[in-house]
């Protein structure tokens, strides 16, 4: 079988003029890119167009089919290429994961749409209107069945990635190019003589073992990489381009295109990265700063504006590309949208997001031209070319229109603006080993829609046989490396020094003066002489607050979560802070990736599950009755892992849900478990905000 190459590797498709171009010097060329990459969009954004159009057009004025001030040699292309990969990859490691599963139906039925209606629709008029053979035309209306993710950086600039109608539009396009291609499989196979058992043979086991390889082997070779490498570092990065390109280059391998293995990649990978951490932060700063502009680029130096000066041949079959896939690629929106109530917003995003066109076209009608397919010539190349160019304007421009509207619908969500903004603090001292695992922790709950900055505070201790100062001097060097990891995620910090002979009376007097609202406390599991629940510092400093509060022993990393194991103790449901706690816990499930099994203890199951679904975002979760806290601790022991996060809903003292064995349950579970656990207390005073976390639809 034909390998599917894309035509972005191969020679230009357009011919312009034969000149040699006055940049050619490799430094010159690559900082010409980025003096473009800098002003174009910065140019555009006076004008409230999208920033990539930009890239695209100063790519078609300078490139070989314009101006000639570059050449699209093989350095252009291969960056254009890892470009599309980059971008396929970022898509599919931003699809929020656990909204992909539950509502998959929805990404099918619209990778179907996607696919069918262009396709049934093109052969037809390939057929009987461009009087293409029946290969042929197949092979024509699989040109605009696929797309191309050209709007994806608008998209991800807006923060829109997870609404559910661009999840179900970015989970489609694995379904709808993987078709496409392996309609230009079959074609060139046919035109080969090869289409016999043997072929399909070859290309459903090649497939199915590249799918089912991927999905099983790289969730578990990423966790052990992870789990080994637990700092930071460019080897984490480094790991993540080596298994992206690697299942690029295999895709190829099986006979599909390799963009379809960069997003399998980033789906395989989506649960060990998440999405507010340092990690991907790296992967997108790369990737929109760079590879993503190359690819735009590249797409730019393809066009060739002179082709509607080249006769009626490339107009009439340009013209038949544009319409029909405008009209069909709306009409597969449309259809998911009536099939799942979708506003008008969000079908126009669909559309928007979808009708782009690129790689996956540009690899058929250089393949099909390549391979000799009837009626593919060199009318055709421009055409397609023509048609880029169209949808490259036309597609940003939609997405931008589309998901500044959804970005003002969801401000506009039910949240009172009386509520109190979530404000996170973080307190460490000398001895804390484990701070950047407390900072991961408070990056995964922090909300994002409130922007605030989390807090950090170190106490000291007056001394008077030391310099009181040195000891300041040492807190804020560890407060300040503590705002240099926060930084590589880009999550302002805000850091507090106090001196106070009372270590817990310095951190609530934080609390108080800097209107906390969470507390993401570190605790290293040991003992102490004066020790209550976890120790006399600890023990203080909730007994003295009321907010949510989350102590922890958190030591490996939490993108490595396999499952949340949530034990709710007996009454706990009742609680004031019950729907903010649950809230939380779903939040650290949709950054991770994992799914809740909640272990209820008192026979109330239901009535956990019922308040679970209640409570926004949307994560997996079963709950199970347990008989006693006995029976809690032999599942603990026998069920729980190493990569499992144990979350214990406990309360303060005297509170609703406050139950003696909750005192020595933490000791318990550190006991029990060598993985990380979190203490979670609900704030204990009726929230005016509560109703914020619940779902009212």
């Not at 430094?27 to 890239?55: C, D, E, N, S, T």
């Not at 395989?268 to 992967?283: Q, V």
């Not at 169209?390 to 509207?405: I, K, W, Y």
């Not at 007097?509 to 004066?530: F, K, P």
Request: with cysteine; glycine share 8%.
């Amino acid at each position: 079988m034909q390998s599917t190459t894309t035509a972005e590797t191969a020679t230009p498709l357009a011919t312009g003029p034969s000149l040699t171009p006055p940049f050619d010097d490799p430094v010159l060329i690559f900082g010409l890119a980025m003096v473009i990459f800098l002003v174009a969009p910065l140019v555009l954004k006076r004008y409230r167009l999208p920033g990539i159009v930009g890239v695209i057009l100063i790519g078609a004025a300078i490139g070989p089919n314009g101006a000639h001030l570059l050449e699209r040699d093989a350095t252009i292309q291969l960056l254009g290429e890892v470009g599309l990969i980059y971008l396929m990859f970022i898509a599919g490691l931003e699809i929020n994961l656990n909204q992909f599963i539950e509502y998959k139906d929805r990404s099918i039925v619209f990778g179907l749409f996607s696919f069918v209606i262009p396709q049934a629709i093109g052969t037809v008029v390939g057929v009987y209107l461009l009087d293409l053979t029946v290969a042929a035309a197949s092979l024509f209306a699989a040109i605009f069945a696929s797309h191309t993710l050209l709007a994806y950086p608008v998209v991800n600039r807006l923060g829109i990635a997870t609404d559910e109608a661009m999840t179900a539009t970015i989970g489609g396009t694995i379904l709808t190019d993987t078709l496409a291609l392996l309609v230009l499989a079959v074609v060139i196979a046919s035109v080969d003589g090869a289409l016999d058992a043997a072929f399909w043979l070859q290309l459903g086991v090649g497939l199915t073992l590249f799918f089912v390889g991927i999905w099983l082997l790289v969730p578990r070779l990423g966790r052990w990489f992870f789990r080994i490498h637990g700092e930071e570092s460019y080897f984490e990065f480094l790991f993540v381009m080596a298994v992206l390109f690697i299942c690029a280059f295999l895709a190829e391998l099986v006979g599909v295109e390799h963009i379809i293995g960069a997003f399998l990649a980033g789906l395989a990978l989506n649960r060990l990265i998440p999405e507010s951490g340092p990690l991907m932060n790296r992967i997108e700063f790369v990737g929109n700063a760079l590879f993503i502009p190359f690819f735009l680029l590249s797409v730019g130096m393809l066009v060739d504006a002179r082709v509607v000066l080249e006769g009626t041949g490339t107009l009439v079959i340009a013209g038949s590309l544009i319409v029909m896939v405008f009209a069909t690629k709306y009409a597969a929106a449309w259809a998911t949208g009536r099939v799942y109530g979708y506003d008008r917003d969000q079908v126009l995003g669909m559309f928007g997001l979808s009708v782009g066109q690129a790689a996956a076209a540009l690899a058929i009608v250089q393949i099909g031209f390549e391979a000799g397919v009837p009626g593919f010539d060199q009318n055709m190349i421009n055409a397609v070319v023509l048609m880029i160019l169209v949808v490259s304007l036309v597609s940003p421009a939609l997405v931008e229109r589309a998901g500044g509207a959804l970005v003002r619908a969801r401000e506009h969500e039910e949240y009172d603006p009386s509520d109190t903004r979530q404000r996170i603090l973080v307190p460490v001292s000398a001895s804390s080993k484990y701070k950047e695992s407390l900072l991961d922790l408070a990056f995964t709950i922090r909300s994002e829609r409130d922007d605030e900055p989390i807090h950090t505070v170190a106490v000291v201790r007056p001394d008077a046989s030391t310099r009181t100062e040195a000891k300041v001097a040492k807190a804020e060097a560890l407060l300040d490396e503590m705002e240099a990891y926060a930084s590589s995620a880009e999550v302002p910090i805000e850091e507090h020094t106090r001196v106070n002979h009372n270590i817990a009376s310095g951190i609530v007097h934080s609390a108080v003066e800097n209107r906390i609202t969470t507390l993401v406390i570190g605790w290293d599991g040991a003992r102490s002489r004066t020790q209550q629940v976890f120790g006399h510092t600890i023990d203080r400093v909730l007994s003295r607050t009321t907010q949510l509060a989350l102590v922890g022993r958190v030591r490996e990393r939490l993108n490595t979560t396999r499952r949340i194991v949530l034990v709710l103790p007996p009454g706990i449901d009742h609680n004031d802070g019950f729907s903010e706690a649950l809230h939380t816990v779903k939040l650290i499930s949709e950054q991770t990736g994992a799914p809740i099994r909640g272990l209820v203890i008192g026979g109330n199951r239901e009535q956990c599950q019922r308040l679970f679904g209640l409570v926004e975002p949307d994560a997996p979760g079963e709950f199970v009755d347990l008989n006693g806290w006995d029976e809690l601790l032999a599942t603990l022991r026998d069920d729980v892992r190493s990569d499992d996060l144990v979350v214990c809903m406990s309360a303060r003292r005297n509170d609703i849900g406050w139950d003696p064995r909750l005192q020595t349950l933490p000791k318990s579970i550190s006991t029990l478990t060598n993985g990380n656990f979190v203490v979670m207390y609900p704030a204990t005073e009726e929230r005016a905000d509560d109703r914020q976390f619940l779902r009212f639809s």
